[in-house]
T-cell receptor, first 115, second 116 residues
Framework: AQKITQTQPGMFVQEKEAVTLDCTYD???????LFWYKQPSSGEMIFLIY??????QNATEGRYSLNFQKARKSANLVISASQLGDSAMYFC????????????FGSGTRLSIRP | DGGITQSPKYLFRKEGQNVTLSCEQN?????MYWYRQDPGQGLRLIYY???????QKGDIAEGYSVSREKKESFPLTVTSAQKNPTAFYLC???????????????FGEGSRLTVL
């Protein structure tokens, strides 16, 4: 069975500091993709970054990078130089390509940036 | 503009009533999804569909039903059998993942259902 685990319900970080949000996953499928989404208080879901299981390099998108450690089954999101606008819920998600494109989410981490 | 439209944005329902949430997309995506989100919680998958006239149960399908008669539309019915239907419902779509595509989800703005 597939599972996504986010063990940090909430985090407080000082503005301009870097922050790492943890995500571990479990799947028996050799081919899968991992996603991170941001959900501000408005409720919209914003796609941040993607990592494929066969990608050789860690994904980066601007201030976001994904620390992918396949052997440990972890896909942590790193936000560099945090900003007040980064305060939101963050969700890790996984797509397993052999399971009819089913996508599941973790329970999320609420990130709060202090000025 | 291309996107996903969910309606209504807010809905109130009496216990024992069925209610249908609408989801329409004009992104020409093959796959569509319904998720439920409770306050402070993650997204739980209700149903998903890869092609017209076919759909699969997610992790919490009991008390819900869907149809996929058109590629653009994937309505969700919350039936009276759903014991705790008050929640935020999110519809999403994606291309079918392939070698050259991430297949990320595109989300609607959500529908907030409250049972009185």
């Amino acid at each position: 069975a597939q599972k996504i685990t986010q063990t940090q319900p909430g985090m407080f970080v000082q503005e301009k500091e870097a922050v790492t949000l943890d995500c571990t996953y479990d799947t028996s499928d050799p081919s899968y993709g991992l996603f991170w989404y941001k959900q501000p208080s408005s409720g919209e879901m914003i796609f941040l970054i993607y990592q494929g299981s066969y990608d050789q390099q860690n994904a980066t998108e601007g201030r976001y990078s994904l620390n992918f450690q396949k052997a440990r089954k972890s896909a942590n999101l790193v936000i560099s130089a945090s900003q007040l606008g980064d305060s939101a819920m963050y969700f890790c998600a996984m797509r397993s390509y052999s399971s009819a494109s089913k996508i599941i989410f973790g329970s999320g981490t609420r990130l709060s940036i202090r000025p | 503009d291309g996107g996903i439209t969910q309606s209504p944005k807010y809905l109130f329902r009496k216990e024992g009533q069925n209610v249908t949430l609408s989801c329409e997309q004009n992104l020409n995506h093959d796959a569509m999804y319904w998720y439920r989100q409770d306050p402070g919680q993650g997204l739980r998958l209700i149903y998903y569909s890869q092609i017209v006239n076919d759909f699969q149960k997610g992790d919490i399908a009991e008390g819900y039903s869907v149809s996929r008669e058109k590629k653009e539309s994937f309505p969700l019915t919350v039936t009276s059998a759903q014991k705790n239907p008050t929640a935020f419902y999110l519809c999403a779509s994606s291309i079918l993942a392939g070698d050259a595509a991430t297949g990320e989800l595109f989300f609607g703005e959500g529908s907030r259902l409250t049972v009185l």
